[in-house]
């Protein structure tokens, strides 16, 4: 069967060469897990700890025994979904994550589409008009919009529209107070509002939403904007593309059923950049925007040098930036008829 | 460079082409011209930034607190009353200072890694490429996050932080610029000419490198700033009342929803300036450089 379907064999292929990054991903997690300042033992033992207690703890965490089985015991503790207890919330850290994951990918996801909706068409329009006025709003956006700190746009913005026009809401989390949690189903508000026909609560989040994606848009809409383009000045100047032209073509034909076709290759390629750093970035917006997400919950916990939880937190990030470099990878062999036929 | 003048008349004839050059994709781009203004006027803040700002950046004055931007307080005051311009410009010398070093330091380790798996390949090459990986892996700025938070909240500790997140680039590119030559004619000739592999790589192979490497360092350079401040606006390694842009712009942050506008806007609007001082040498550089890779 993989004989004959070799869109198939690279679909497998690719999901086996996720697994030693994912075993690179948790060796480097262990690592940083045991190297905490000083003796580890007597940290998570607090602060009223004696020696016999410090041992105690020691003990209890497996830290006398050596570092190759101190590993073993980490992976064992991951395989059940055991990140360890926060000392904040008192609660499991994975259970902590698993909670505040949904508003985070709410945000994330939505400025990425916001992104990809105005990147990919101003890169078409700077790559079919070079040198117009189009051309050079794309380059001076796609300049300044990887020289904007994140944090500072976000700042910027609230002024903007909080402060001085009024028109957005105070920049405190996902939900005024005066709605109700809409009913948790995906734990995405927007979704779960929809399914519930609350439009009311739908357009309280919308609202809520809209500034900390757009702040995080700005940001990832450079490299989308400038591979767009890029790759269809690249496609459009193709011996393909003049046949079709000579071939008397239409030229929106042309131009979308050939050169964007193309073109879009290479944009699906740097979504695994941009989602690195659009995760990055989650972060900081998190905190200005006091969106209840994993970035500001690994910050709060940071402050406090919670490690269980920060750690936990690194390694949800990586282990969910595996699986979306693994999503754009299959997506790229989906819209590109020529993989699979002379892949390694 | 004291001695500039002399070998610079010998070499004149010899490099007047590739002066020409200069000025001719200077004058063909002017965004080039102001980069280069703006980073000597970085480089001036951070040299002489503490000795030429009005008042001392961390002096407090509570009868002037919260000041709008006026004559006397260009930038206004914060709410105990520094003055927000001085603080600004001396935190300059800072910021400027953790991303050289988080970008020399990374500049180092990854050319020798990249150049060792560049020359000898095999089981070293697959080795450092599962490694660069690894760390590509990880999302990088949550991974600064993770190392910093790991080795303790420190200045130095996010000067590593941001080299290791950046050296990947670096490793990748000597390795495939050393590896192409590693069979070139001119590095058998050398080898054959009684040269020592080490001396071939690092005096014949590696300096081919160093202009694609000069453009990354400064399009880096850029970055660097940016995570570090990125990390500070967090709460790590630096600590008030030090004057640093992320820190001051997280103070900011709070005054923002009164209308206190400037507290945070004008040290964010010196960093994107400096952030973007560096992006634009660095396509500047890149032009003159390798013309064929103008996006």
Redesign the interface.
């Known amino acids: 069967m993989l004989r004959t379907h070799p869109r198939l064999r690279a679909v497998l292929l690719r999901c086996a060469q996720a697994i030693p990054v994912v075993v690179g991903v948790v060796v480097i997690s262990f690592v940083l897990t045991r190297a905490l300042p000083g003796d580890p033992a007597v940290y998570f033992a607090g602060v009223m700890a004696d020696e016999a207690s410090i041992q105690e703890t020691r003990v209890a965490m497996g830290l006398d025994k050596p570092l190759p089985q101190q590993f073993l015991i980490y992976v064992g503790e991951l395989m059940r979904g055991d990140l360890g207890q926060s000392l904040t919330s008192g609660r499991a850290v994975a259970t902590d994550l698993a909670n505040r994951l949904p508003a985070s990918l709410e945000l994330t996801l939505t400025a990425l589409l916001l992104a990809c909706a105005i990147a990919i068409p101003l890169g078409v329009l700077a790559a079919t008009r070079p040198g117009t006025w189009v051309d050079h709003l794309c380059r001076v956006i796609v300049t300044a919009g990887v020289s904007l700190p994140t944090f500072f746009t976000g700042i910027v913005l609230i002024y903007v529209f909080y402060y001085l026009l009024g028109i957005a809401p105070s920049p405190l989390g996902r939900l005024d107070f005066i709605y109700l949690e809409p009913e948790h189903v995906t734990g995405f508000y927007l979704i779960d509002a929809a399914i519930a026909g609350d439009w009311e609560t739908w357009w309280g989040a919308a609202k809520q939403l809209i500034l900390p994606a757009g702040t995080l848009a700005l940001f990832t809409l450079a490299p989308v904007a400038r591979m767009t383009r890029a790759a269809m000045l690249t496609a459009l100047s193709s011996d393909f593309i003049r046949t079709a032209r000579a071939a008397g073509l239409s030229r929106s034909r042309v131009l979308y059923g050939y050169a964007f076709r193309n073109a879009l290759l290479p944009v699906v390629t740097t979504l695994g950049m941009v989602f690195s750093f659009a995760l990055g970035a989650n972060v900081l917006v998190e905190k200005v925007f006091a969106w209840p997400g994993i970035g500001s919950y690994a910050v709060e916990a940071l402050v406090v040098s919670d490690y269980a939880a920060v750690q936990g937190f690194v390694l949800a990030m990586a282990l969910l930036f595996v699986l979306l470099n693994l999503v754009i990878d299959l997506l790229y062999t989906a819209i590109d008829p020529r993989i699979g036929f002379d892949s390694k | 460079m004291t001695d500039m003048p002399a070998p610079a008349k010998s070499a004149n004839a010899r490099q007047s082409g590739s002066f020409e050059h200069l000025v001719y994709v200077l004058r063909a781009n002017p965004v080039t011209l102001l980069a280069f203004g703006l980073f000597a006027f970085l480089i001036f803040c951070a040299l002489f930034g503490p000795s030429v700002v009005p008042y001392d950046p961390l002096e407090t004055n509570a009868a002037k607190a919260l000041q709008p931007p006026s004559m006397e307080h260009w930038f206004g005051t914060d709410q105990i009353g520094r003055d927000v311009f001085s603080r600004v410009i001396v935190a300059t010398r800072l910021d400027l200072s953790i991303s050289v070093a988080a970008v020399a330091l990374s500049f180092v380790v990854g050319s020798i890694l990249g150049a060792i798996a560049g020359y000898w390949g095999g089981w070293l090459d697959i080795i450092l490429n599962?490694?660069l990986?690894?760390?590509?892996?990880?999302?990088?700025?949550?991974?600064a996050?993770?190392?910093v938070?790991?080795?303790?909240?420190t200045i130095e500790n996010i000067i590593y932080a941001t080299a290791i997140i950046n050296m990947p680039f670096y490793a990748r590119l000597v390795r495939a610029e050393v590896n192409i030559r590693r069979d070139a004619g001119f590095a058998r000739a050398a080898k054959l000419s009684g040269n020592s592999d080490l001396r071939v790589l690092a005096l014949h192979i590696f300096p081919n490198a160093l202009p694609p490497m000069m453009v990354q360092v400064s399009l880096n350079l850029?970055w660097a700033i940016?995570n570090a401040?990125?990390l500070s606006?967090?709460?790590?390694g630096v600590r008030p009342p030090t004057p640093e842009w992320?820190i001051m712009?997280?103070e900011?942050?709070n005054f923002?929803?009164?209308?206190e506008?400037w507290l945070?806007?004008f040290p964010?609007?010196w960093?994107?300036i400096a952030?973007?001082t560096f992006?634009?040498l660095g396509?500047g550089l890149r032009d003159i450089v390798d013309p064929r890779k103008r996006?």
Do not use: C, K, Y
Not at chain 2, 134 to 142: E, G, K
Not at chain 2, 256 to 259: E, N, R
């Open positions: 599962r490694f990986d690894t760390i590509m892996a990880f999302p990088l700025f949550v991974l996050m993770g190392i938070a790991a080795l303790g909240n850029g940016l401040a990125g606006f967090i709460g790590l992320g712009v997280a900011g942050a923002i929803v009164s209308g506008w945070a806007v964010g609007l960093l994107m952030v973007f992006n634009l396509d996006t």
